[in-house]
């Protein structure tokens, strides 16, 4: 986040890790294209993938292959297939064969997908076959491990067949196939659809799952979080042997227990094969009556924002006693240092050259304290694109804990809000275990935060607000990676936001100006849309191998310490994303509905909620973030 109209985009820096890695970046996906407007021949599909599309050699299928989907006639209704917002219907005329079809009507906001997940080998080819009539039609596979492929007619009066091939990746064992129309055209209709090759492992029981852990209590609840297991569709958390409630994320939260009572705690993982054996007992004892929830009180579901307090970046100066009720967490940017490596922090309020309308600073103190009296809380934010930390030295990071004190007790501020951006956080060479880092500027950085915690206790608010690169790439790259040549950036945050997460109050991070990120499903997902959000949300909710290694495993962040970091305005940022877009995102991961192509781990309606960029660009955007966020049913 930055003084500038816009921030700094990183999709260039996002290339060049993936070049360094010896990476090339995923191919869009066959419905990357803009919501609300009809394809055409030519335009829709570039000419040479149209041809690609056509003439691509069908991959070899013996006799013996078996036809994988289930009901691919529709003779059965509905049966193993899932239509978005109840688009789709089994219709006995017009049919292809058989007494059934699948009719599907698309509105202007939903493109009627109707999908099925399919069982398969790795390694291994594919035909995907199917009869379509009416408006535009696809048919496709995702999840492929490899590029995923589809086809598609714009029309057709009468029955046409569609017919791709495709081969999977060495570790696929699953792919999803899907139809789907287009935004506001015609119904289409789809019957005897076909997916021929390989079949997959039939389904077996899944392991016991590992990781469990049990949070900080209050005096009537433990929260608990666990690694997800392969081939689970949902989860039992048993208390002392007794079944005490099921997920299908990995994190849950048992309720209802007593003060200053210890418990036992297992988990089991389950599909259609039956449930795991329960994992190792994990033993946590609930705090005494009347101790308050462990850290800062929030409000259940809460509204972060950035305040332009020492500059006015082009969206005009908001003064303090001016910012909306709406605002639950206000962070101040920004505080920066006097120098790169000093670590000592400055903070001051917009000069009246650039900013006429600025309050005095008893103004602004006074603000910030009847703020406090409302509920909301008030932090300083260190850092931003122009405010590069590096804390080398142990010097370096006491003048922090130092300067940061002396700005919090100045302002009676709340707490602090690390926005470390650029090259404030790399990694050394050789640095490769986020849960051991030995990197100074990490090491460092960590003590002082935690030196900070402890000095005002727990209503201390710590927050945190990196970028896509520092975080969710950490799936794919970590540091410059075992060999060297990667961007030692990459996932540089994870040590951090793992040494502190029991200190931690709200992680949000900003899901834009970024590029492409692959997702759990291994697929990229790019910034803007609900799908993104969805994905990069799923990551920190859900836990991933960082760097594909399943040894190196970063686990799940409990819901309430997660929101979503999102711009203002098209003026605050790359990447805005449409109110309906983001009442998308939030439906999906609080009550998984509206989920689109993406299916996240879990529902988890304790989702803090939203931050965003900034509360100067909202006010001069006509308040429309802070607007919907006030508007939207959480419940």
């Not at 608990?224 to 079944?243: E, F, H, I, M, Q």
């Not at 051991?436 to 727990?458: M, Q, R």
Request: glycine letters at 12%; charged letters at 15%; a neutral charge.
């Amino acid at each position: 986040m930055d003084r500038t109209r816009r921030t700094r985009p990183l999709a260039a820096v996002l290339a060049a890790v993936l070049a360094a890695g010896g990476l090339a970046a995923a191919t869009q996906t066959a419905e990357a294209r803009p919501h609300h407007t009809a394809p055409s021949a030519g335009r829709d599909v570039p000419a040479r993938t149209a041809a690609l599309l056509q003439n691509a050699p069908a991959a070899p299928v013996t006799a013996a292959d078996p036809e994988l989907l289930r009901n691919g006639g529709f003779e059965s209704g509905l049966d193993g297939w899932t239509c978005t917002a109840g688009s789709g219907a089994a219709v006995t005329s017009p049919v292809h064969g058989g007494t059934g079809a699948l009719k599907a009507t698309p509105t202007g906001g939903d493109n009627a997908r109707c999908s099925q997940t399919v069982a398969v080998r790795p390694d291994s080819a594919y035909t995907l076959s199917g009869w379509v009539r009416g408006g535009y039609a696809y048919l496709g596979a995702t999840g492929t491990g490899t590029t995923d492929t589809y086809t598609w007619t714009p029309s057709a009066a009468d029955w046409q067949k569609l017919t791709t091939t495709f081969r999977t990746g060495p570790a696929t064992t699953s792919v999803t196939v899907y139809t789907h129309g287009w935004y506001g055209t015609a119904a289409y209709h789809a019957d005897d659809l076909s997916l021929t090759g390989p079949g997959g492992d039939p389904v077996t029981v899944p392991a016991a799952p590992a990781g469990l852990t049990a949070g900080t209590p209050t005096s009537s609840s433990v929260p608990l979080t666990w690694r997800p297991v392969s081939g689970a569709t949902g989860y039992t958390v048993y208390r002392d042997g007794v079944k005490a409630l099921t997920a299908t994320g990995t994190s849950a939260t048992v309720t209802g227990l007593a003060a200053d009572t210890s418990y036992g705690f297992q988990v089991t993982a389950a599909n259609s094969a039956g449930e795991s054996p329960r994992s190792p007992v994990v033993t946590a004892r609930t705090a005494k009556a009347g101790t308050p929830g462990p850290g800062p009180q929030l409000p259940a579901h809460a509204l972060v924002g950035y305040l332009h307090a020492s500059f006015a970046n082009g969206s005009g100066y908001t003064r303090m006693a001016d910012v909306p009720d709406s605002w639950d967490v206000i962070n101040l940017a920004f505080g920066e240092p006097t120098s790169v490596t000093s670590g000592d922090i400055r903070f001051a309020l917009c000069p009246r050259s650039e900013c006429p309308n600025v309050e005095t600073p008893e103004e602004f103190k006074a603000a910030i304290k009847a703020k406090q009296a409302a509920g909301k809380k008030v932090l300083i934010s260190i850092g931003g694109q122009n405010g590069q930390v590096q804390l080398a030295t142990t010097a370096a990071r006491d003048a922090f804990v130092s300067s940061v004190s002396k700005i919090i007790d100045e302002y009676g501020l709340d707490g602090l809000d690390i926005d470390f951006e650029g090259h404030s956080l790399s990694l050394n060479t050789g640095d490769t275990d986020f849960r051991n880092p030995t990197t100074p500027v990490i090491v460092h950085l960590i003590s002082a935060l935690k030196t900070l915690k402890a000095k005002y206790g727990d209503g201390f608010v710590l927050t945190m607000a990196p970028e896509t690169f520092f975080v969710q790439l950490g799936y794919q790259f970590y540091g410059s990676g075992p060999w060297g040549g990667q961007d030692p950036r990459a996932g540089a945050y994870l040590p951090v936001i793992h040494a502190l997460r029991d200190d931690l109050t709200l992680l949000h991070v900003q899901d834009y100006n970024s590029g492409p990120i692959m997702g759990l499903d291994n697929q990229y997902h790019h910034m803007g849309s609900a799908d993104f959000h969805i994905a990069m949300t799923d990551m920190l909710l859900t836990g991933f191998p960082v760097a594909g290694d399943t040894g190196r495993f970063f686990p799940a962040l409990r819901p309430e310490q997660v929101a979503i970091g999102l711009p203002a305005s098209p003026n605050a940022g790359n990447g805005h994303t449409p109110p309906a877009e983001v009442a998308k995102a939030l439906n999906c991961l609080t009550k998984n509905t509206d989920c689109g192509t993406y299916r996240p781990h879990g529902a988890w309606p304790a989702l803090r909620g939203l931050m965003t960029w900034s509360i100067n660009w909202d006010r001069f955007n006509g308040w429309e973030f802070s607007r919907n966020f006030d508007a939207y049913p959480w419940r």
